[in-house]
């Protein structure tokens, strides 16, 4: 072998050993890819992850044994709620056992289940000097939400002064602004007033009946103390609601009458009779109260218009307007005469008429009218009052 080959030998294996050496430490090390721009294709993102709650309650247990059936039945009552139950675990509640239920707190758009409502309260502001009055007044009222297809939770009187005031409970449909998803809600309703807690207990089935009735799945009921020292019926319910806030189907909106009247009892007389051209007019009204005006007595009447949600805002289905009449007249009568004509074709239009005035002195005599307006509907037009 030569002397020149010998050394090309050994550059050879020195050059392998190298090589080795390298790619051994290539493999060791990670390679950082170079942050070049794609030309096409989205943003990478991270997979939103799902949110699980936890439903917990008061209700305990002796045993360990007695929780399992009684987490596994509320299951079962969420499940039929519409909530999506995860399984859950017993757990120490002092020295018993309770349970709690993993679940997710959000329904999808389209979903039936929990319904999308809302609990509220009416009074008309007013107090009755007897209770009689009162609890009629109440029962009238009741009774006309349900005939508006409100479903009534409760009615109540309460202390106003030296008389008494009424309440009634009611749920509306909560037209929610549309989103992908809903948040689930749970709410509790406390109606009844009992003297003894086992009366309370009795009552419980009626309650959760209620709401039965009303779509709305009511998961408990329980016994609890009211702040005068009688019982009460509370009622655990689930609702759906978003971010958005809240948009009553209904809302309660107030006519205040022209009508004046030297007695009390004749206005309120008069404001029964009134509440037929309410009804005929097809807004259906609630109640009706008597109010001062100056030395005499005129009433007011409260009635149900239904909200109309649009962009920007949102307008009631009906309302009450004024036509001011365009001409006069030397007499009274025949004032009263013209307006009499005017109420005729008004009510023939669709606009029910539910006050009327006849205005001026001997000479200059006119007249308005009060008129129930409804939305998209062609009328005269608003007028000052």
């Given at each position: 072998m030569t002397r020149l080959s010998l050394l090309a030998g050994i550059l050879l294996c020195a050059v392998s050993a190298v090589s080795a050496a390298e790619l051994t430490d290539i493999n060791k090390t990670p390679i950082n890819q170079a942050g070049v721009p794609m030309p096409y294709?989205?943003?990478?993102?991270?997979?939103?992850?799902?949110?699980?709650?936890n439903y917990t309650t008061d209700e305990t247990v002796t045993f360990e044994t007695q929780a399992k059936p009684a987490?596994?039945?509320?299951?079962?009552?969420?499940?039929?709620?519409?909530?999506?139950t995860l399984g859950g675990r017993v757990v120490p509640l002092g020295n018993n056992y309770s349970y709690v239920i993993d679940y997710l707190p959000t329904v999808k758009n389209g979903t039936a289940l929990p319904p999308a409502v809302l609990a509220a309260t009416y009074n008309n502001g007013a107090a009755y000097w007897l209770a009689?009055?009162?609890?009629?007044?109440?029962?009238?009222?009741?009774?006309?939400?349900?005939?508006?297809?409100?479903?009534?939770?409760g009615s109540y009187l309460y202390p106003v002064g030296n008389g008494n005031?009424?309440?009634?409970?009611?749920?509306?449909?909560?037209?929610?602004?549309?989103?992908?998803?809903?948040?689930?809600?749970?709410?509790?309703?406390?109606?009844?007033?009992?003297?003894?807690?086992?009366?309370?207990?009795?009552?419980?089935?009626?309650?959760?009946?209620?709401?039965?009735?009303?779509?709305?799945p009511a998961i408990r009921g329980k016994a609890v103390g009211r702040p005068d020292n009688n019982y009460a019926?509370?009622?655990?319910?689930?609702?759906?609601?978003?971010?958005?806030?809240?948009?009553?189907?209904?809302?309660?909106?107030?006519?205040?009458?022209?009508?004046?009247?030297p007695f009390e009892k004749d206005a309120l007389a008069a404001s029964k009779t009134r509440l037929?051209?309410?009804?005929?007019?097809?807004?259906?009204?609630?109640?009706?109260?008597?109010?001062?005006?100056?030395?005499?007595?005129?009433?007011?009447?409260d009635f149900l218009?239904?909200?109309?949600?649009?962009?920007?805002?949102?307008?009631?289905?009906?309302?009450?307007?004024?036509?001011?009449?365009?001409?006069?007249?030397?007499?009274?009568?025949?004032?009263?005469?013209?307006?009499?004509?005017?109420?005729t074709a008004f009510n023939a239009a669709g606009m029910g008429v539910v006050g009327s005035a006849v205005t001026g002195a001997l000479g200059s005599f006119s007249y308005v009218i009060d008129y129930v307006?409804?939305?998209?509907?062609?009328?005269?037009?608003?007028?000052p009052r």
């Open positions: 294709g989205p943003a990478p993102v991270a997979p939103p992850g799902v949110t699980i709650a987490m596994d039945a509320r299951i079962a009552a969420l499940n039929a709620a519409g909530i999506t009689n009055d009162a609890t009629a007044a109440m029962n009238s009222c009741a009774s006309s939400f349900r005939s508006a297809r409100l479903p009534v939770l005031a009424f309440a009634v409970d009611y749920l509306a449909k909560n037209e929610l602004r549309p989103t992908a998803e809903y948040d689930v809600k749970f709410m509790y309703y406390t109606g009844g007033k009992f003297t003894f807690e086992s009366d309370a207990v009795k009552n419980i089935p009626a309650y959760l009946a209620q709401f039965k009735a009303a779509g709305v019926v509370q009622v655990e319910y689930v609702i759906k609601t978003n971010k958005f806030g809240d948009r009553p189907q209904y809302s309660v909106s107030r006519y205040d009458s022209r009508e004046t009247f037929q051209s309410f009804t005929a007019a097809g807004v259906p009204p609630v109640s009706s109260v008597s109010r001062p005006e100056g030395t005499n007595y005129s009433y007011s009447v218009v239904e909200n109309i949600y649009q962009q920007g805002g949102v307008i009631p289905s009906a309302a009450i307007e004024t036509y001011q009449a365009q001409e006069t007249f030397t007499f009274d009568t025949e004032a009263k005469k013209a307006l009499a004509d005017k109420v307006a409804k939305a998209g509907q062609p009328g005269p037009g608003p007028q």
